[in-house]
Every structure is written in C-alpha cells, then in structure tokens.
Nanobody
Framework: QVQLVESGGGLVQPGGSLRLSCTAS????????MHWYRQAPGKEREWVAG???????NYADSVKGRFTISRDNAKNTVYLQMNSLKPEDTAVYYC????????WGQGTQVTVSS
C-alpha cells in the first residue's frame, strides 16, 4: 500500500518561510519522480515543482527563485522549501509520486496572511 504523508504546513506572515515534507512508503522512492502541486480555494490544482529520480528540478514560473524542491532518498522524503511567501501562495499543498502511476498525498494547508 502506497502512502504519502505531507507535513510542515501552517500559518505564516507574508515574506516568511515554511518547509514542507512528504514521506513516502510502499514504493521504491529512489525510482520515483516527485512533485508538489497546490490548490487554492476556488481555483484549479496547479503544479508547483518537480524533482526527478536523478535530482533534476523544475519549477512553475510563479515560484521560481523562491521555492526549492529537494529529496533525501535515505529518508524516502521530498521537501519543498518556501521562502518569500506571498498571500497568493495560500493553498493546500499536495505531494505526488510518479512510479508507473501517480500517487497523491492528503495535502497540507499553507496560509500566508498578516
């Protein structure tokens, strides 16, 4: 059974930082491409960042230069370091693992507000 468990969300002021974590089980993590998506209220889910099994990274233009995705294969964990947060970054953040098929976590809420 595949499980992805996100953590690290919360309330932060504009300009602040958060680090999200997603720990996977039930897959060979080192083979998986990992991605972060987000969904804001009333909006469609959007892709945020991705990291391949060889640790190549890619970012949506809206977060480039502010967010950093990384992975620790020894811990079966992918991270999303989010800096210079803006109110428009408020959303539920989901991690996904792509290994033949795509698996989703349950999401973690990030709220950027003063």
């Amino acid at each position: 059974q595949v499980q992805l468990v996100e953590s690290g969300g919360g309330l932060v002021q504009p300009g602040g930082s958060l680090r999200l974590s997603c720990t996977a089980s039930g897959i060979i993590f080192s083979f998986a491409a990992m991605h972060w998506y987000r969904q804001a209220p009333g909006k469609e889910r959007e892709w945020v960042a991705g990291i391949t099994s060889s640790a190549a990274t890619n970012y949506a233009d809206s977060v480039k230069g502010r967010f950093t995705i990384s992975r620790d294969n020894a811990k079966n964990t992918v991270y999303l370091q989010m800096n210079s947060l803006k109110p428009e970054d408020t959303a539920v953040y989901y991690c996904t693992a792509v290994v033949a098929t795509q698996y989703w976590g349950q999401g973690t809420q990030v709220t950027v507000s003063s």
